[in-house]
């Protein structure tokens, strides 16, 4: 004497299967979210504040860089200091950049290689020497 039962509790299953189905679904997105998240926080982490090799040290702007490094240090030291080139480098996004170059010039007829920090500002069209040191 139950007439319709058996639709009622298939449709009560097929309700239930797709809450199952919504709920899970809901669930594996929050669990795969940070998979996708982590990989873009990396890349704005290391693009704000981390330091990213510079991978032309060709660039003429990199070259730029690196002669003013030399040029700068020579004319704060008084002494005789000579760009020869740029052997590797580093970048960093500050409020500018920072650009952390391995230069290698040459003093009292010998070349070394130096560390050099600048710090530009392209919107002033400035740029600052804020460490140079032999390595």
Request: without cysteine; charged residues 20%; aromatic residues 12%.
């Amino acid at each position: 004497a139950r007439t319709g039962t058996g639709a009622h509790y298939q449709s009560i299953r097929k309700n239930n299967i797709y809450k199952y189905i919504k709920m899970n679904s809901k669930a594996i997105f929050f669990l795969l979210l940070p998979l996708v998240l982590l990989p873009l926080y990396a890349f704005a982490a290391a693009r704000t504040g981390g330091w990213s090799p510079i991978t032309d040290i060709k660039d003429p702007h990199v070259i730029e860089i690196g002669e003013f490094a030399v040029s700068e240090y020579a004319r704060e030291t008084k002494s005789e200091f000579n760009f020869v080139t740029v052997v590797s480098g580093e970048s960093q996004v500050v409020a500018g950049m920072n650009y952390k170059l391995v230069v290698t010039a040459n003093h009292t007829g010998a070349s070394k290689n130096y560390e050099a920090i600048v710090w530009e500002k392209p919107w002033l069209k400035s740029m600052n020497l804020t460490s140079f040191k032999p390595l």
